[in-house]
């Protein structure tokens, strides 16, 4: 690799001087965590995608988590990679409202599209925006949401 | 003819090429492809939901069934993952590192031995396939031997390994590298200068680096492009950062040079295994940390406290910290990494698990258009694909 290999306190103050008003994280191997408001979610990514002095310029996932019994139990979760600094950073978001709902970056990557239609799928998160949003692993026609607490690791049919 | 009338065909999901049960819906005009849509979950099993009611023991036999064409790599993805995450990798004996690096490596060959065999058979040269699957099955026999299983191997654990190497396997294993590398000239002469290969493999399917940004595209596939983009060395782990390799690296984005890549990776592969196999000194292959590893066998045979702790540790786990991480490896087909989220139980809040091929396929919707129906067989396999990788 060319780029130099920022450790991850380097990015981490490059961040917070960047978001001001945004405190950052790291999870338990170093990497940052931005958590941010549903207003300010694509923005924030699109500065991280755009910045000339990061470029995290690879989705590499986005998946959702629950949280239940708290206010708004549904989480969006997301991992930009950037190959100019070597590293890697996760921003999180959560969804509003019955069903919860996020904006949808598959307009910043083509690679969002089916992340954010497996998080439909799993959880019921809407995505904003979206252009196509269908269950992806599961039958069109399916009334649940596996991955959510409640529902039981057995099923609900036999 | 009034008006444009396109065919509609499905491609799968029962299709030889798609290995395993993927559908494409496509869009004909005459023998020329419109759009390609993907279908996919014919495989799915829920592993993330089964994750989140085990045990982090118990999650490791479900990782080798995620791409069980390098099961190997799975399993160490997984479990350099959950030993960032408890913080104890630098406490890993030397010799369990160097084992784990040569198996990854070896899997790295399997898997690609793999992709060879079936891209290239489906393309029509069948004979590659039998020649790839000969060295695979040499590959098999040295996972076979260290731990009885050929693909579902759940050989390391949580601290080391299951078990150290027999007598004689790193004499074996040297003389794989000694012979792999003749082998590799061997697919070579049948293809790369081929002009059928070539005329079926260039210039088809270009990704430009742009398109790799675009689909979050990891892996050989990638690095086809031109893109440097391998882990082992962008954010190395477990030790890659002392091995000396080169990343190959395409130049038009095309299968061909896909193919060039993997080619060139599977003799890489064999500097790494071949380094490794120096570092093997001696010693123990699990480290001593009695919070997450259990006592040696031997001890539990002699001493109640430690058959006691073995089975606290195997039937209630053991409780992980707070909190959440993301580690990915380099696995053959691309990035492939857990994200995992702690309330402080022996089970996972959440394990979402990032398989490389999920990114890669939908790439097929950027790389069919105008395409033959013919180059669909292609593309499908210069991507790489395994279902149940995909499909979790």
Redesign the interface.
Known sequence: MTGPVHTPNVLVQKLSDLFEDLTIAQDRGGIPILVVSRERYVSVIKTLRDDPSLEFSILSFLCGVHYPGEAEPFEVVVQLTSLNLAAKVLVKVRAAGEPPTVPSLAAFWRAANWHEREAYDMFGIVFDGHPDLRRIFLEEDADFYPLRKEYPLEGTKD | MAGTHYMTLNMGPQHPSTHGVLRIILELDGERVVSAKPV??YL?R?I???A??MTYWQILPLTDRLDYTSCMSCNLGYIWALE??L?IEDRIPPRAKAIRIAMAELSRIGGHLIWLGSHAGDIGAVTVFIYAFREREFIYELFEAVCGQRMTVSYPRVGGLSQDLPRGWIEKCREFCNFFPKKVDEYERLLTNNRVWQARTKGIGVLTPED?????I?GPMARGSG???DLR???PYAGYEDYDFIIPLGSHGDTYDRYLVRIQEMRQSIRIIEQALERITDGPVLAEIPHVVPPPKAEMNQRIEALIHHFHLVVEGFDA?K??????SEAPKG?F?F?M?SDGGPKP??M?I?VPS??NL?SV??MAPGRFLADMVTLIGTIDICLADI??
Request: charged letters at 30%; proline letters at 2%; zero cysteines.
């Open positions: 996919v979950g799915h829920g993330e939901k089964l989140e009611n960032r995450f913080g790799v940004f675009e689909w979050g990891s893109v440097e983009y060395r962008v954010l910290p909190g959440e991480m993301y580690f990915a990035e990494g994200y989220i809040h959440r979402y990032r999920f990114s939908q919707v950027k499909d979790k």
